[in-house]
T-cell receptor, first 115, second 115 residues
C-alpha cells in the first residue's frame, strides 16, 4: 500500500523568503514517481514538479525544487523567493510501478505568503 | 491550461437526484481518472479508464458509475445523491496509465452541491 503524509496543515512565509513544505511517503514499490501539485483558491490542480525514484539529482523547475531523500522516504518541496501568488494548497503525490493505476495524494499544506 | 475540459463547472441539485459530469481529456491522452475532493476526505481516487475500458476502481460508491466513450471523453454518473456527495469532482488524464513517471493533468473540476 502507498501512503503520503504531509504533517503541516498550514504554513506562513514572508514574501521573498524561501519555504519548505514537508512530504514523507511509504511504499513497497522500488520504482515510483513523486509529484507536487498546487491548488489555488480557484480550485484547479496545477502540476508543479516531478521526481523519479531513481533520479540522483533533485528536480528543479524555476523557483520550485524538490529535496529528495530516498533513504528517509521524504520529498520536500522548496519554494524560493515566495510571491503572494504562491498562496495556495500544496499536495504531494506519488505513483508506483506496481500501483500505477492511480495517484495517491497527501492531505495537503495550506501556504500563506505574507506581504 | 491543462487541456482537460470538465463540464459543468458548478452543479446544484437536491438529494435523491441523479447528475452526469463530463470530461474531455487532453489531446493524445488515452487514460482518464476521476477523483473526489471533499473537506474531510481529501483527494480520493474513484475510477480509471483506459481507451474505453475500466482499468482500476478506487473508493467509488455503487451509486456512482462512469464510462469512457470511443472519442475518449468520459462521464461520471452520480445517482441517489446524498448531502455527503457534495464535493469537487476532478477528471484527470494521462498518455500512458502504466507510466508511473508521468503526471496526471487535471481539469478545473465540477463543484457539486447537494441540498
Amino acid at each position: 500500500a502507498q501512503k503520503i503524509t504531509q504533517t503541516q496543515p498550514g504554513m506562513f512565509v514572508q514574501e521573498k523568503e524561501a519555504v519548505t513544505l514537508d512530504c514523507t511517503y511509504d511504499t513497497s514499490d522500488q520504482s515510483y514517481g513523486l509529484f507536487w501539485y498546487k491548488q489555488p483558491s480557484s480550485g484547479e490542480m496545477i502540476f508543479l514538479i516531478y521526481q523519479g525514484s531513481y533520479d540522483e539529482q533533485n528536480a528543479t523547475e524555476g523557483r520550485y525544487s524538490l529535496n529528495f531523500q530516498k533513504a528517509r522516504k521524504s520529498a520536500n518541496l522548496v519554494i524560493s523567493a515566495s510571491q503572494l501568488g504562491d498562496s495556495a494548497m500544496y499536495f504531494c503525490a506519488m505513483r508506483g510501478w506496481y500501483n500505477n493505476n492511480d495517484m495517491r495524494f497527501g492531505a495537503g499544506t495550506r501556504l500563506t505568503v505574507k506581504p | 491550461d491543462s487541456g482537460v475540459t470538465q463540464t459543468p463547472k458548478h452543479l446544484i441539485t437536491a438529494t435523491g437526484q441523479r447528475v452526469t459530469l463530463r470530461c474531455s481529456p487532453r489531446s493524445g491522452d488515452l487514460s482518464v481518472y476521476w477523483y473526489q475532493q471533499s473537506l474531510d476526505q481529501g483527494l480520493q481516487f474513484l475510477i480509471q479508464y483506459y481507451n474505453g475500458e475500466e482499468r482500476a476502481k478506487g473508493n467509488i460508491l455503487e451509486r456512482f458509475s462512469a464510462q469512457q466513450f470511443p472519442d475518449l471523453h468520459s462521464e461520471l454518473n452520480l445517482s441517489s445523491l446524498e448531502l455527503g456527495d457534495s464535493a469537487l469532482y476532478f477528471c484527470a488524464s494521462s498518455v500512458d496509465p502504466g507510466d508511473y513517471n508521468s503526471p496526471l493533468h487535471f481539469g478545473n473540476g465540477t463543484r457539486l452541491t447537494v441540498t
